[in-house]
């Protein structure tokens, strides 16, 4: 190869609703990918004119019949894909949709991140219930990595949802009933191990070695923030990055983003300051990948 020459991209296949107003979803997910250093091709589930935390009146277009036709379009290109990584289903049987989509994108060296969009703070977003919770457990049984927050985890595990003090017992029923569904790698977000401490824990199925990344709590709720987490792991990983590396570097992307939507005062449910977090997040993923 030409000195001057450089690797092609990685490339990242993201299955999640689009969002118009409210950051999070695909809206999230192709700027974050792409500032990792991976090329984000999309697909979505749905169109919503806002996310439905604080909106009312929004609108939903769900895009169940285009989402297969567009998989094969893909796959008729011969284009090849890293990373599939899908989050916000318009319904249960989009899981089935995505399964074979699955079929048509990914292959034995494809790493599939599903996170199971559906609940927060204990409980269901709207329009979801149980039946999601199923189709999600079918689903993750083609992850290798999985991305619940600490509500999705309780229900995908049949466990009593616990608001705080989240003690080892709890956590490590809950891996071991997650790893059971399928996945190689499991990581739940919006754990509380002590007062005043939030973060992201991720277990590794095959060597039972559990890797955390901690940060100071903020109180209410932050929307997208899960968005910005699971795309930033998705593309960290594809990469090459450790678990660890990539759950710390995801982790602080997130907390930036807090702190920053803190500093301007931001509403709440349009969504955290990213954007202007994305400068260091990059620095760091420069870090990581410096030989490239």
């Known amino acids: 190869m030409n000195e001057t020459m450089l690797p092609p991209l990685r490339r990242i296949a993201a299955i999640h609703d689009l969002s118009g107003l409210g950051k999070c979803s695909l809206t999230v997910a192709l700027p974050v990918i792409s500032a990792t250093g991976v090329e984000c091709a999309c697909i979505p589930t749905a169109v919503l004119s806002t996310h439905t935390g604080e ?23 011969g284009a090849k894909f890293d990373g599939v990584y899908t989050g916000y289903l ?10 074979q989509m699955l079929a048509l994108l990914s292959t034995e ?3 599939v991140l599903v996170d199971p969009v559906m609940a927060d703070n204990g409980r269901y977003y709207s329009n979801l219930d149980d039946r999601m919770c199923r189709a ?5 049984a083609h992850a ?38 399928g996945p190689k790698t499991v990581v739940i977000t919006g754990v509380r191990t002590e007062a005043g401490e939030i973060g992201n824990l991720a277990f590794d199925v095959a060597s039972g070695q559990i890797f955390r990344c901690m940060r100071e709590a903020h109180e209410g709720i932050f929307y997208g923030t899960g968005d910005i ?21 995801a982790t602080l992307l997130t907390d930036d983003s807090i702190r920053r939507s803190l500093r301007h005062d931001t509403p709440r449910r349009f969504g955290v300051d990213f954007e202007g ?5 990059i620095r760091r993923v420069g870090e990581i990948f410096k030989t490239e």
Not at 136 to 140: C, D
Request: no cysteine; hydrophobic share 50%; aromatic share 8%.
């Open 136 to 140: 999600f457990r079918r689903l993750i």
């Open 109 to 111: 060296e494809t790493l």
């Open 55 to 77: 909106f009312t009146g929004w609108t939903l277009r769900d895009l169940s019949a285009d989402m297969l036709p567009m998989a094969r379009h893909w796959q008729s290109t």
């Open 229 to 249: 987490l699971a795309s930033a792991l998705a593309a960290l990983m594809v990469r090459g990055a450790s678990t660890q590396q990539a759950l710390t570097v």
């Open 90 to 99: 318009a319904s249960p049987s989009q899981a089935e949709t995505v399964m």
């Open 144 to 181: 290798d990595v999985i991305t619940p927050n600490i509500t999705e985890a309780a229900l995908l595990a049949g466990l009593d949802y616990q608001h705080e003090a989240h003690g080892e017992v709890y956590l490590r029923t809950l891996f071991e009933r997650l790893a059971a569904l």
């Open 277 to 281: 977090a994305l400068p260091a997040y």
